[in-house]
């Protein structure tokens, strides 16, 4: 049973060296940060124990000094040689003293007595030399020199030495408690991350597998790899649930998809159908309008045809019955002219309606004030006894086909003429508002007879007037062509009077979808507060 653990530590152990991983990196940095406290406190000891032992070496120094000067000093007194070898060979045997010596000293004697026990040398020594003094009545003298040199090579050896074995020591220690680390490492760590690798690498959301544990026996307080574990089996049921939840949005999202792709379907079904519902219409009215471009080609040939006849022959008539013809049959003959007239200028009326509601448009850039001017010119060539103030704003552009705005201002400024006819002092007026903001009004104001607004909604009729045709003459069909000009270019028309305080016609090009406006809309199809 023991073999049995002992092979598989070591089976454990050679995977964990083999394997390149967090194992062996702790391996390596424990021995490197082993090693290198090793080498530091080995120094620090060496050091120290340099310390001491030289200062033992320096005590020992001064011991000699102490103990033996008094001594050699009676010997070379005495002249004793064979006592002075003696002592000095006493000496020589004491720790770390590798060379004595005596040297006499004084003129007294020709041969000074020179005493040396073993070789002075200058490398890795302590030499001390000690005064020899000896003490007389009346003085004392130095009569020698003893030379003690301490050699420091068995130090450095016993450094050395000492060195080498705590160095072996703490290597080995090092070694074995590193592997012991890495064992218990790969054991309690390495094998179970590697599981949870495993686990990890296996994991699929769509067949999530059974909850991750750790192959070993229950800890009593859960550890770091049992957090790492409970954390791992809540963030797999987050996500599987969020798979799920994704899964039944995206089935919804499908289903969506399906619904919008049949309503696609749908819609262009009912586009095909409208667009041909259009075309069919447009087919249509493009057929009713060339029938009524027939019919108004009737109306202006066809009809003027008779009308000629009835008046050739009424003037005939005239003619031949001139010399004879009673107040009675006069009456009747200018009742046939002004009927035959009438009916000339209702064509003439219907006929530009007609033209107001077709044709191409084509805008460009067009001056108001300069149609305005020249409506203007036009009436007081034709009637230059009236007397008529006029004020028109200078270079008022705006894009527009240039043919029905100068149709559209004629009837303004001509409408203005007529009910301004019966004043004394008569007043038009063209102008703009709002003239920097997006949609600036235009206006044509006079003086003459004005109107109630009770009547406004039928003010752009055809045909309708609002005034006996006694008092002023006209078809009814100037602002009804007016309010089809205006809408074809998207705006609007509308009038404010008084009835003998005069009328102010405003108008609007291109604000069909703006949200303004003031007056009694007719053209913009509302009544404005």
Known sequence: MAEFWKKRKLSELRLALERRGIGRRLLVSIILFSSLVTLIATGVQLFTDYKRDLGLIKSRLVDIESSYIGSIGASLWNLDVTQLRLQLDGIRQLPDISAVAVYEMGDSSSSPIVIESGEFTEVNTIVRDYKIVRQFPSQERTIGVLRVQASLEQLYARLWDKAVVILLSQTIKTFLVSMFILLMFYRLVTVHLGHIARHLSAFNLSTPGPALRLNRRAAREP??????????????????????????????????????????????????????????????????????????????????????????????????????????????????????????????????????????LYVATVNLSDFVSSAIAELRAQHPERQLEVSIEDNICVEADARFVRMLLNNLVHNAWKYTSKEPRALIEFGRLNAQQDVPVYFVRDNGAGFDMRYASRLFSPFTRLHKSSEFEGMGIGLATVQRIVARHGGRVWAESRPGEGAIFYFTFWDRNKDSGQGHDIAGGRQPG
């Open 223 to 360: 550890d770091e790899l049992d957090l790492v574990v409970d954390s791992f089996n809540d963030l797999t049921q987050k996500l599987q649930d969020a798979h799920d939840h994704m899964r039944q949005v995206n089935l919804a999202l499908a289903d969506d998809i399906v619904a919008r792709r049949r309503a696609e379907k749908e819609v262009s079904h009912l586009n095909a159908v409208l667009e041909e519902r259009v075309a069919q219409r447009t087919s249509e009215l493009e057929a009713a309008n060339g029938e009524l471009a027939s019919f108004c080609y009737s109306v202006s040939h066809d009809l003027r045809a008779p009308l000629r006849r009835i008046e050739g022959f009424r003037r005939i008539l005239a003619e031949q019955v001139a010399p004879d013809y009673s107040d009675k049959q006069r009456h009747y003959l200018q009742r046939i002219e002004a009927g035959v007239q009438e009916m000339s200028e209702m064509i003439d009326s219907f006929l530009q309606l007609s033209r107001a509601t077709q044709g191409e």
